[in-house]
């Protein structure tokens, strides 16, 4: 996909400018640059190219190393300037991946080396992306560094829904919580959850549902609490699907859910009624 020039570019006066305002300390900008490269930190939404910020699209497209999650989609990789070195370094779950020490090597290495280094993460960068590791990394080299926030996936998946992630009467807050860590399956306040007060936006929860679905039902969750899986938020192949708590490992399985998805616990479409698999017999 061709980039949109015209909503980027700036003068090579006003970028002189800006790389002069970038070397002092500024409220919402840069950090103080001791290193001449600098890193940023940025959000590249739930994979749709139109649900890019502005402020991302600029960086993207003047960047000289893109360091990208394994989810940042090829549209979005697509703006890099055709000089730029692309390595995606991305999680796969459980499965090999590039070591967080490695990452954080790559970025610094790039940084010291003069370089404009994007790190590109899916959805938000403060949302389970090991923000702190890596720019506790950066800011030890020296180096200049920025966060650009994305739109996360959490909240694409409560938009393909047609609903919001809290409603008056229904949830008056909203988790957003990992289903496995780097321990394993990861363990939440599941009692007060089960409670009914709360909704979740459960990430990397597909390999865990029937540890969540455990979890839930054995602090007082009712059996038929929706879950919406939502598959490929803001893209094409999007899929929403409508389930119950009981249902939820079954159902994964059943529709071959295999795409990133978010589960939203507590949250049902507002134009679907639930509609899961007959039970089997017991």
Excluded at 232 to 254: Q, W, Y
Aim: with cysteine; glycine share 10%; net charge positive.
């Amino acid at each position: 996909m061709a980039a949109t020039p015209f909503l980027y570019r700036i003068s090579r006066k006003a970028a002189a400018a800006l790389s002069g305002l970038a070397r002092r300390r500024a409220p919402g900008g840069e950090r103080a640059r001791v290193q001449p490269g600098r890193v940023a930190f940025v959000g590249a939404g739930p994979g749709n190219v139109e649900l890019l910020t502005l402020k991302a699209a600029r960086l993207i497209e003047t960047a000289e190393v893109i360091v990208a999650d394994r989810l940042v989609g090829a549209e979005v990789l697509a703006l890099a300037p055709g000089g730029a070195e692309v390595v995606v370094a991305g999680k796969t779950g459980f499965d090999e991946s590039w070591s967080q020490a490695d990452i954080n090597a790559l970025i610094v290495a790039r940084g010291l080396a003069g370089r404009h280094v994007v790190r590109l993460k899916g959805g938000d960068p403060t949302v389970f992306a090991r923000l702190d590791e890596e720019v506790a990394a950066v800011e030890a080299a020296g180096l200049a560094w920025q966060v650009v926030p994305g739109i996360s996936a959490a909240s694409a998946a409560a938009a393909g829904l047609g609903t919001g992630l809290t409603r008056r009467g229904r949830n008056d807050s909203v988790w957003l919580m990992t289903g496995h860590d780097c321990n394993g399956y990861a363990e939440h306040e599941w009692r007060e959850l089960a409670r009914g007060r709360s909704a979740a936006a459960i990430y990397m929860g597909k390999r865990a549902a029937t540890f969540i679905r455990g979890r839930l039902m054995m602090h007082g969750a009712p059996a038929d609490l929706p879950v919406t899986v939502v598959e490929n938020a803001s893209l094409p192949g999007e899929r929403v699907i409508a389930t119950r708590l009981i249902d939820l490992p079954k159902t994964l399985k059943a529709e071959a859910v295999d795409g990133p998805a978010v589960l939203l616990v507590g949250i049902e479409p507002r134009h679907v009624a639930v509609r899961v698999p007959e039970r089997e017999a017991v």
